[in-house]
């Protein structure tokens, strides 16, 4: 099951894109491709006149993909288990130092319980294998209510608000 999520709202989504092997031929359409078959076939993959899309295992960092990386439609980022942690600082530095707009994807064995972490860092589309309800990940986005650190989502950190409001009452009491 895909599941969106847009304006922090969950959804679950039909998988336009077909992942294809490194030796497997190119079906028309909106494609995946791992990363040792994307650097091989750079400039074919990207000529084509479909949506592309890159699988980053977690050893695999996201500068490795250089300026071709806005020209992509989606990043996948393959979670072999849930302890390895990379994911998250790749979906946060494509978002925020690489500047990448497009679909980031988390796949493989992540938890429910990190799902709103992912989202933070820019993660927008969860593939879940694992048998969850519905309602259980819609829950899971809104499990963290106040946050310490600053990440890709723009949400004020407890610091900010704390300021915000001694600000606040320090007006009022002028």
Known sequence: MLVKLEHGRARTVEDLF???GDDESLPHGAIVVPLKRFLAETTPLLARETPLGVRLETGDTPQILGEHIHRLALIVLHVPYFKDGR???????????LGYTGE????GHFLKDQMAFYARVGVDVFDIAQNIPFAQIEAAFSEISNVYQPAFDGRATI?????????AATISTS
Do not use: M
Not at 87 to 97: H, M, P
Not at 104 to 107: A, E, F
């Open 18 to 20: 077909v992942a294809v």
């Open 87 to 97: 994911g998250f600082s790749w979906a946060r530095l494509a978002r925020t130092r």
């Open 104 to 107: 980031i994807r988390v796949t």
């Open 159 to 167: 610091r900010e608000l704390r300021a915000a409001k001694r600000a």
